[in-house]
């Protein structure tokens, strides 16, 4: 569990940062000043910018989990048409909210995820198939008919 602790406390971090914070009581603040910011952009883009549908394809199943949670924490509402894949996602929302802010966070918080759970797997093949040479297949050359 203390992978698993050290892994919330780096997202919690790099979120901290993302959003500009780093102790407790600067993530107060900061949320507080973000709120505040947040509700007089919301009336300026309410003038300037129109919602659009957007659609986003993500076949990891905790990619995918991830997203719709960053969604639903930024009070965006995922949802999918009928007959839609399982991996698409629609949200309909501003366009600077998703570029600006949803999407770059989602990057930075998938990518330490991606990171953890392929170091976990890496070690779980290791220690189960108990092999020393960890390295890929040999690459051959293509044998051509003729």
Known sequence: MADLDRLIER????????HGASSDGERQAAEAALQRIEAKMAEQRAVHEQDVDFSFSISDPWS??????L??????????????RRTTIMVTAKPSLIDGVLWPEYQQVQSLLAAHLDQV???????????EDNSTADEQEAITGG
Request: glycine share 0%; proline share 5%; no cysteine.
């Open 11 to 18: 997202i919690e971090k790099v979120m901290a940062i993302y």
């Open 121 to 131: 797997a890496n070690e779980v093949i290791a220690r189960v198939l108990a092999d």
């Open 71 to 84: 969604l639903k924490k930024h009070h965006l509402k995922p949802y999918r048409r009928p007959r839609q």
């Open 64 to 69: 995918r989990d991830l997203f719709i949670r």
